[in-house]
């Protein structure tokens, strides 16, 4: 018969049992997700990594081949693929556990497995190590490119505003924003969407530059066709000859007339869902931002009723695709924008983006996806 506890002494807990410990060891290694979940991620990864070596494999080469060959070239070039995209000394560190784990199949007498694993897992070790830095990196970026982006929309006498922003990298090209030039005059609002040419981090830069740039011009209170031009010559200045243009859509709202005066430079077209179901769009402008130093920009005006929705989104939203590839595409998007409910503009970007969610899944994305609405009231 055991002995009673003794008062004022903490009895040890019982050792973890074996199950205990590896669910413990699971939950770390899972964050607790689901097997399905996991999965879907893994799939994504694997399709994804999958168009990353695919762009530097020659299909029309290899289809030239006859089929009992293809497999072979197909393989050789996803390798050579993997190997260039190495530094020169991972280069050579690969191809050294390669021989060395040829060498042990071919003769078991030379035991140099061990020595390959150990080499393909320094590789991977090397390889991981830059990966968490360029993370850390891009997740440093990505905090600041939130800082020039508005985190929540302004107050507007007779609309409301919502924004919505799916990053394809860390960091994006696509840029929102809605702002008074002069926080005292609350007649003109500025109402801005812009698509950079390009991903990820030259992107981002090139839309931190315009960012600059159209606050700076608009805050000098400069008429709208005027703003345009100028916005164009500074970005003709950081496109490397129009290589690296910008798609914008750039207007100004007076609240108490309704009066919205835009500018679509070459991006597209805005959606202008009238209170009576009427479609509308919004064309009217000229090319793209850094093309040309001297294009001419056209102005046009609309007003504004109450229930009217519109809705300003990047190329992303309509070519979003799914796992079979099949994109979203614009009657899709002109269908969700038919049947909006009448809602304020949160509810209303939240049905939109659960449209384009819907039909693409957990399919990762190769573009940034950004949608604005303004809702008259």
């Not at 050294?96 to 497995?113: K, Y």
Request: net charge negative.
């Amino acid at each position: 018969m055991s002995a009673p506890p003794t008062p004022g002494v903490s009895t040890p807990a019982p050792p973890a049992s074996l199950m205990d410990r590896l669910r413990h060891f699971w939950q770390r290694v899972s964050e607790g997700r689901q097997i399905d979940d996991l999965w879907s991620q893994f799939v994504a990864d694997a399709r994804a990594t999958y168009g990353f070596y695919d762009r530097d494999v020659d299909w029309e080469e290899i289809h030239k081949l006859p089929g009992w060959r293809r497999p072979l070239h197909v393989a050789r070039q996803f390798f050579w693929a993997l190997l260039m995209k190495m530094s020169p000394a991972r280069r050579v560190l690969l191809l050294i556990a390669f021989v060395l784990l040829a060498l042990s199949v071919i003769n078991e007498q030379m035991n140099l497995t061990g020595i390959a694993v150990m080499l393909f897992v320094l590789l991977l070790s090397l390889e991981l190590a830059d990966k968490v830095t360029m993370k850390r990196d891009l997740e440093i970026a990505r905090e600041i490119q939130t800082w020039l982006v508005p985190s929540q929309p302004p107050e507007v006498a007779t609309a409301n505003i919502a924004f919505a922003t799916r990053p394809q990298n860390s960091v994006a090209g696509d840029y929102y924003d809605a702002f008074y030039p002069n926080p005292e005059d609350r007649e003109k609002l500025m109402v801005v969407i812009a698509d950079v040419a390009g991903k990820s981090v030259p992107a981002a830069l090139l839309m931190a530059t315009l960012q600059a740039g159209l606050r700076t011009i608009a805050g000098e209170n400069a008429p709208l066709a005027d703003l345009v031009a100028r916005l164009n010559r500074y970005a003709c200045a950081h496109s490397l000859n129009g290589l690296r243009f910008t798609t914008a859509v750039l207007s100004e709202y007076n609240p108490v007339s309704r009066k919205l005066t835009y500018v679509n430079a070459g991006h597209n077209a805005p959606i202008l869902r009238h209170a009576n179901g009427a479609i509308e769009t919004l064309e009217v402008g000229g090319l793209p931002l850094g093309i040309r130093t001297a294009a001419d920009f056209e102005t046009a005006s609309l007003e504004l009723k109450p229930g009217d929705a519109l809705i300003f989104f990047t190329d992303g939203v309509v070519e979003a695709f799914n796992e079979s590839g099949e994109e979203f595409g614009n009657e899709r998007w002109l269908s969700a924008i038919r049947n909006l409910p009448d809602w304020d503009a949160q509810q209303t970007l939240q049905f939109l983006m659960g449209r384009v969610d819907e039909f693409v899944g957990t399919t990762r994305q190769s573009d940034d996806i950004t949608c604005m609405v303004f809702r008259c009231k």
